[in-house]
């Protein structure tokens, strides 16, 4: 589940986003008792279709989460065990809000939810290396969709290339060599994935096919990276024309 941003922030609102989430059909008038079952009952017959111990709960996006919400998760591990079953619960923030509302829950008055959450602590950076680089830039070059019997994705953009040989994975030091000058200029920490990503969709969906693998370069690498926002001050808006 991701956690929106609300003006309320209520155990109300957890239990309809994860029922939304799991696909549900609710309406404005259940109640977060009749929602929490629903819920619980979705994970039981799920489990035990699978015959599975143990589920797995991704939130996304916890910095928008109050105290008082984590008593969702701390209710639904309860209500769980109860049956022999267990939830684990892993919850994905932005760096630093999120450290700022776990420190902040410190207290006595959140000891229940420290004994449940929290337990591990993780840090994730964006790409920080040419071999990151590299390793991600081959999965173009290796995935196939459909999974078993498709083309990958470097096949499907530029056939004629591939089939002579060339390799995303082979420009690896010019992606990296671009980005260096905007992390040295900007004081950028890691190249993002969402900045990368559209960076090398751009270069393989438009750039490649329309110029030809043997114009992949600095300038067009730069002109993908500015694209993709990785510095929002480069992105041009466009302009509009008020005499029409």
Same mark, same amino acid.
Request: aromatic residues 12%; charged residues 25%.
């Given at each position: ?6 003006d309320?922030?209520?155990v ?5 986003q ?12 259940h109640t977060?008792?009749?929602l929490?079952?629903?819920y ?5 017959d799920?489990?035990?279709e ?12 916890c910095?928008?989460l109050?105290p008082?919400?984590?008593n ?13 079953k ?5 919850f ?9 509302l ?16 929290? %337990?591990?602590? /993780?840090? =994730?950076? $964006?790409? &920080?290396?040419?071999?990151e ?5 081959? @999965? ?14 470097v096949?499907?953009?530029v ?5 002579a ?7 690896s030091? %010019?992606f990296? /060599?671009? =980005?260096? $000058?905007? &992390? ?8 993002g994935? @969402? ?6 969709n751009?270069l ?15 300038a067009?690498?730069d ?15 466009p302009?509009i024309?008020?005499?029409?």
């Amino acid at each position: 589940m991701t956690m929106p941003l609300r003006d309320q922030k209520t155990v109300l609102s957890v239990y309809r986003q994860l029922c939304w989430a799991a696909g549900l059909n609710i309406n404005g008038r259940h109640t977060a008792d009749e929602l929490a079952v629903r819920y619980l009952h979705l994970i039981s017959d799920v489990m035990a279709e699978h015959e599975l111990e143990q589920a797995l709960l991704v939130v996304d996006e916890c910095q928008r989460l109050s105290p008082l919400q984590f008593n969702v998760f701390a209710e639904l591990y309860d209500r769980l065990r109860s049956i022999q079953k267990t939830l684990m619960t892993v919850f994905v923030g932005n760096d630093p809000e999120t450290w700022r509302l776990i420190d902040g829950m410190d207290s006595d008055q959140y000891a229940h939810i420290h004994g449940r959450f929290f %337990l591990h602590r /993780r840090a =994730f950076s $964006g790409i &920080q290396s040419a071999k990151e680089v590299r390793y991600c830039l081959a @999965q173009y070059d290796a995935l196939r969709y459909p999974e078993k019997s498709g083309r990958t994705y470097v096949e499907a953009f530029v056939p004629q290339a591939a089939a002579a040989g060339f390799r995303l994975a082979s420009a690896s030091d %010019l992606f990296w /060599r671009v =980005f260096r $000058g905007y &992390q040295q200029r900007f004081k950028i920490g890691s190249w993002g994935m @969402q900045s990368f990503s559209i960076t090398t969709n751009t270069l393989l969906s438009d750039f490649l096919p329309r110029y030809g693998v043997d114009e992949l370069g600095e300038a067009m690498i730069d002109e993908a990276i500015r694209l993709s926002g990785l510095v929002p001050s480069l992105v041009t808006r466009p302009t509009i024309d008020k005499s029409r």
